[in-house]
């Protein structure tokens, strides 16, 4: 994932990854998990779906904040996140000729993986390539997360893409090591080095070249195509005042100021105030309606009382949040209740 491409789209399989872990492993409901975090809940039981990477990246601080005190489980997560999980990409990667081309897709289209490292991809003569990997926009605690999940991610990724004889030199991970290290060692067939300067996966010479299981051209092409359109459809052209307002609906009670919402979208404030103004808005104009849409939602549910909803959209009291509506709406949040039709009583 990359801050500039938050609202690419991902299969949910991490999703459904993390909330069976916390289910089996910490008898933590899926509801109970998004409530404690502050996430707008994901109904994973309907079928397969896809999300943003802006909910991925929630779901993934959660999940970090929620078993931060039993880090084992980040490894044995990451090991489960299989090549055909990741959606065109996945099978792009499965599709490619060689393992080093392979490779080159699975950086190119990073904004389409589950992963907060930054990989490049580098190759010499013999035939050696390796990944390397910056995990310097990461806090510490995160960063070993990401690193321990990535350890377990990468090395089933491989498996899936090349089969079983992985032409691995050496790993280097910028962590230290998984408590539990010693129940996974023997799935790597190399030297794994913790605590590193930098992570690398480093491959054998003339590894390059290790052919791909499922090697098609004419369906490389086709989800090579495919990621593309996903990557065009998120890119920063995307009306900023778009990419802000789905940011704010992503979470519960998230309403931010100027500087607040620069950091997230990684500009600056005074680009962010300059490309609002060309879109013909500002930012109190998106966290306004987001808040007016938010209280209409809440207001048709009829669970909440309107004091509580005003609470919940970010008013510290009921009469600024009557003001609040009646200047969007032009009529008072209990006649605006009163004009739903009973269908919408949830």
């Known amino acids: 994932m990359r801050s500039d491409a938050l609202l690419a789209t991902l ?3 991490s999703a459904r990854l993390m909330r069976d872990v916390l289910h089996s492993e910490m008898q933590i409901s899926w509801d109970r998990f998004c ?6 809940p994901l109904q994973l039981d309907a079928g397969a779906r896809e999300i943003f990477a802006q909910e991925e990246l929630l779901l993934q601080q959660g999940f970090f904040t929620s078993t931060r005190e039993h880090p084992n489980l980040w490894l044995e997560t990451g090991l ?25 897709i699975a950086c190119r289209y990073q904004s389409l993986t589950y992963s907060l490292i930054e990989y490049r991809f580098v190759s010499a003569p013999n035939g050696a390539c390796a990944l390397i990997g910056d995990d310097s926009a990461l806090s510490d605690r995160f960063g070993d997360f990401t690193q321990h999940r990535d350890l377990g991610a990468i090395r089933t990724l491989l498996f899936d893409v090349i089969g079983p004889a992985l032409p691995l030199e050496s790993v280097s991970v910028a962590a ?13 067939p190399c030297r794994v ?56 609906e992503l979470e519960d009670d ?57 609470f919940a959209v970010g008013f510290a009291d009921p009469s600024s949040f009557s003001r609040a509506f009646k200047r969007w709406s032009g009529m008072s949040a209990q006649d605006y209740r009163r004009t739903l039709a009973p269908c919408n009583q949830l």
């Open 35 to 40: 409530d404690y975090n502050h996430i707008k």
């Open 11 to 13: 299969p949910d399989l």
């Open 80 to 104: 489960r996140y299989r090549a055909a999980g990741y959606g065109p990409l996945g099978i792009a990667m499965m599709t490619a000729e060689t393992l080093g081309d392979a490779l080159k």
């Open 193 to 248: 080095e913790f605590n590193a300067a930098q992570t690398r996966w480093q491959f054998r010479p003339g590894s390059v070249n290790t052919p791909v299981l499922l090697a098609d051209r004419t369906l490389l092409a086709f989800y090579s195509a495919k990621c593309d359109n996903l990557l065009e459809t998120a890119s920063s052209n995307i009306a900023i005042g778009q990419r802000l307002t789905r940011m704010i």
């Open 176 to 188: 230290a090591p998984p408590a539990d290290w010693a129940r996974f060692a023997a799935q790597y």
């Open 254 to 310: 998230w309403y931010p100021s100027l500087a607040e919402a620069a950091s997230r979208l990684a500009v600056s404030e005074r680009t962010l105030h300059r490309r609002l103004a060309e879109e013909g808005t500002t930012l109190t104009a998106v966290v306004d309606d987001a808040r007016y849409r938010k209280a209409r939602r809440l207001l048709a549910q009829r669970r909440m009382t309107i004091d509580a909803v005003a």
